[in-house]
């Protein structure tokens, strides 16, 4: 590890206080001279390219990192009112979520594609050159002939060499920053990276041990202006790199780089790149032992996810197979396909409690049969996804010239549906089903009299509810059965159904955010969970099931075929940090994630949690500054995190092996 280089960026932050702001109101700028969107957008992007001033230290081989603080808005707050009465935006309105083809650029140039771009697009490359050229200047006058030499190559030509590729992508995906798009992925970085990788391994110029070193210089690139890439939470920015996984000719496609880059993050341990590793039935178990590491380590990172499933569930939706194979993962864990996707796999999310809750208290009542209250569940389902449906139409998003410029147009155009709260709703229909329909040990009265007052009119049944009813995860088959009818449900709710941009609707298992937010709607529910606690995140138990062991929640969460649910969302295993004292733990959590992929599971992520040591960070959030944990599809440093978040995580299941 470069220990200058990681002191500076990483341990210090030393570089920020050097970032000033470019001080103007460009939205209002913008809107007096009567801009059009697109060329307000082509010429943000030249005022802040001109207004970056470059910036190397001696310590570095890849670089470029913002001096201007923050990006002003193109439109006004006024405009932007008058804008969302028309068209649907999403989030930010800003393009995001997205994964471009970074390998035929890097390999071709800029210069290659420049007289078959756009008007803007010719600007765009004319604004970034120009930035480019001034650190070409900067270098020179550092007497940095290694890095001048790379800049007079790239990006108007493609790179030669491994370094001059690195340095390439650092240089796009610095730029797609700041043109304003956020959550950019990396993709298949293992990939498309190869062949300049193995070529130079081939002809000696590195050995293991100093493309590691140059490949933990580039990781760190991603954590120099990662504080002003903020999602909901600092950390949620959606710098996603994927791993392995089966290549177009059906062969694995984890090498060498694949292997560094995991050992690159296990020992820089840095929130940046994500790290997701494509496995199927066939990866050997040392793969999955390399993974592992990572998770010892406590970076929640890599997540899994499983080529078997996952590329048939996208080629029965209507992916083509050579994009299937292909697939990516967003922000998060939702899947994508790089290059011609132009997908919102987050449009909107679904909450499974809340529909199972209004279910409930509309039927009981009638002395119907389980059966019928099923009937109601599947009719609310349905009704909800109806309700949402229209509402994402004429979806328009801020011009985006250097996205464009990056990717062979917009083939895919789906919306994918989070289904939240799926643990909680199925142990609610579970705990009916048991106390009210099967033994008859609790009225119909009863229960909803106590949903009503929060249980604190009947502690008792809280607690029968809360920790005695079959719960999902814990190898109770009823409560399992329902959460896959649920999904299956879900699944039944959107098929068929496309939306105004050519696209269909994806049914999900995550959460996002929602764990907390769409449970604050909620009153208290009749799996004993009470009014505005948090559900379990993504594809996971609730928070108070009493799950005996990591098998059995794995055994339970992989007990039914997920291949129409494939817009993503993970199993979460949490595992106590005095796990990984015993040497033989690492192979032990291996074999535990390969089987959860040869039983069917689509997507998997762990965390490594010190429970005392989030406490202590609490108190004292300045010792503990490095401290990582996993949110719902990424990583964070702990103490950044708002406190509902950071208790979130301590209040979930901890396992040992």
Known sequence: MNQELYQYYIVDRAHRALRKPLGRDLGAEFASAGLCPEERMCR????????????????????????????PDVFTEEEWETIKKDPYIHELGYVSNLSPNYEKIICKGLLAV??????????????????????????????????????????????????????????LHFFLWLEGNYHNTVGRFDQYMYPYFKQDMDAGIYTRETALELLEDFFVSFNKDSDLYVGVQQGDNGQSMVLGGLTPDGTDGFNLLSELCLEASCELKVIDPKINLRVSKNTPLWVYEKGTELTKAGLGFPQYSND??????????????????????????????????????????????????????????????????????????????????????????VPSHLMDLLRDGKKYNNFGFHGCGIASAADALAAVKTYVYDEKSVSAERLISALDANFENDPELLHLLRYEAPKMGCGKAVADDLGFWILDTFADALDGKTNDMGGIFRAGTGTAMNYLLHARKVGATADGRRAGEAYGTNFSPSLFAPVPGP????????????????????????????VFQNPDTIRKVAMLVKHFIDRGGHQLQLNTVDLDALKEAQKDPEGYRQLVVRIWGWSAYFVELDKEYQDHVMARQMYSV
């Open 551 to 578: 098998l059995t929640d794995i055994e339970s969460f992989t007990a039914h075929d997920l291949t129409r649910t494939m817009n993503g969302g993970p199993l979460t295993l949490e595992f106590d940090g005095s």
């Open 44 to 71: 943000r992007f030249e005022i802040a390219c001109a207004a970056e001033t470059p910036a190397i230290m001696p310590f570095e081989k890849i670089v470029m990192r913002r001096s201007i603080s923050a990006l």
């Open 308 to 397: 078997d499933v996952v590329i048939k569930g996208l080629e029965r939706l209507g992916y083509d197979h050579e994009d299937a194979v292909n697939y990516v993962v967003a922000a998060c864990w939702e899947f994508i396909i790089p290059g011609c996707g132009n997908d919102i796999p987050n449009i909107s999310g679904v909450n499974f409690p809340l529909l199972v809750d209004r279910a409930i208290r509309a039927y009981l009542p009638t002395g119907g049969d389980f059966e019928g209250l099923i009937e109601e569940t599947r009719k609310n389902i349905h009704a909800e996804c109806e309700r949402k449906i229209p509402l994402f139409k004429n979806v328009w998003f």
């Open 114 to 171: 420049y007289e078959e771009s756009s008007k803007y697009q010719k600007r765009v490359i004319d604004a970034l050159l120009g930035l480019c050229d001034r650190y070409r200047a900067e270098a020179e006058k550092q007497g940095r002939e290694d890095l001048a030499e790379i800049f007079g190559r790239v990006p108007r030509q493609g790179a030669r060499n491994f370094r001059e590729a690195l340095q390439f992508f650092r240089i």
